[in-house]
């Protein structure tokens, strides 16, 4: 039975747990905090709060693990918070567990480009930002450990969706102006591909790739689907928030994954919202 540390089991580190269990992998999930680990509890596999920016705490841990992924998350902290749980996590990693392949869930932040260009995992990955170097840095160290990166879009899901938040605040705001291409993934498709990552390490080797839907998409888009969809009027005359990451627009590409047989169930914006996301929200699909 091959084993798996899920170092982060959240949002999406707990969809993945739940269906490498199913596949028959003997799992292990971390949380930071205990609260977190209890509740879980009534898992089917082991979860337990390790600090991965705490070199002792990763150090103590005695079990084998073939795989480890980590999709920890810094909440959205401070740079120095992405050093701590991206980078100083990586390492403890490594160093805990040398024999062990390493899959690091990185973002498509990391591409900085400007003019709605379609980027590729062989595109420049020049992040302006302090955060996105941090993740460019831990990218780095886990490849020159013969480990692998997934980039991963925006992720959205049953109960997680960004812009419908935003627009169900009335923050949804057409940018005509600065608009901008959103790459986003469904959280069930992330979880596909990690498998398939994980089950094909060995002929892989140390390998980038996005995971992203199939059609990015403009911003303002998004929102004058949700405005028709949900009949609610879009506030315009308001000014656009700035956003978190810089200023970048790009098309992210999945053709690099797709290409290794992975399919999202979710292809699209539209597909997501109908079919998953509006109804987890209580709106009918
Ligand atoms: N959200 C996005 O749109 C997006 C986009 C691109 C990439 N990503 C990446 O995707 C990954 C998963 O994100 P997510 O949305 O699933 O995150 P999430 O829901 O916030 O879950 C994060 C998990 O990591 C645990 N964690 C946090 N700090 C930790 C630490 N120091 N040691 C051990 N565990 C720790 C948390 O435990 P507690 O509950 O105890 O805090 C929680 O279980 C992250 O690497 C994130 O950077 C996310």
Redesign the pocket.
């Known amino acids: 039975m091959p084993r798996i540390l899920i170092?982060?089991?959240?949002?999406?580190?707990?969809a993945t747990a739940d269906l490498l269990h199913e596949r028959g992998w003997k799992v292990e999930?971390?949380?930071?905090?205990a609260?977190?680990?209890r509740q879980l509890a009534a898992k089917p596999y082991a979860v337990r709060?390790?600090?991965?920016?705490?070199r002792a705490a990763v150090s103590s841990v005695h079990e084998e693990f073939d795989v480890v992924i980590?999709?920890?998350?810094?909440?959205g902290g401070d740079a120095e918070e992405y050093r701590?749980?991206?980078l100083a996590?990586a390492r403890n990693l490594l160093h805990a567990f040398p024999r062990t392949s390493l899959l690091f869930?990185?973002?498509?932040?990391v591409y900085a480009q400007k003019r709605g260009d379609i980027v590729d995992e062989t595109s420049p990955a020049n992040p302006a930002h302090e955060k996105g170097q941090i993740l460019r840095e831990a990218e780095e160290l886990v490849l020159s450990h013969n480990g692998m990166v997934a980039?991963?879009?925006?992720?959205?899901g049953p109960g997680?969706s960004?812009l419908l938040r935003k627009f169900l605040a009335g923050e949804g705001v057409p940018d005509d102006a600065g608009d901008h291409f959103v790459n986003q993934v469904h959280r069930d498709d992330i979880v596909s591909a990690l498998l398939l990552l994980v089950e094909r390490r060995a002929d892989l080797g140390r390998q980038i790739y996005n995971v992203v839907d199939n059609q990015p998409i403009l911003a303002r888009d998004t929102y004058q689907w949700l405005s028709a969809k949900l009949q609610r009027s879009l506030l315009t005359g308001k000014v656009a928030a700035g956003r978190k990451r810089g200023d970048s627009n790009k098309r992210v590409s999945n053709r690099k994954l797709r290409a290794l047989g992975w399919e999202p169930r979710y292809p699209n914006f539209v597909v997501a919202m109908t079919e998953s996301i509006l109804p987890s929200f209580g709106f009918e699909g």
């Open positions: 170092a982060g089991c959240g949002y999406l580190g707990q999930g971390w949380t930071a905090s609260p977190s680990a709060a390790v600090d991965v920016t705490n980590q999709c920890a998350s810094s909440g701590r749980i991206y996590g869930t990185s973002s498509t932040s980039r991963l879009g925006g992720i959205y997680r960004f």
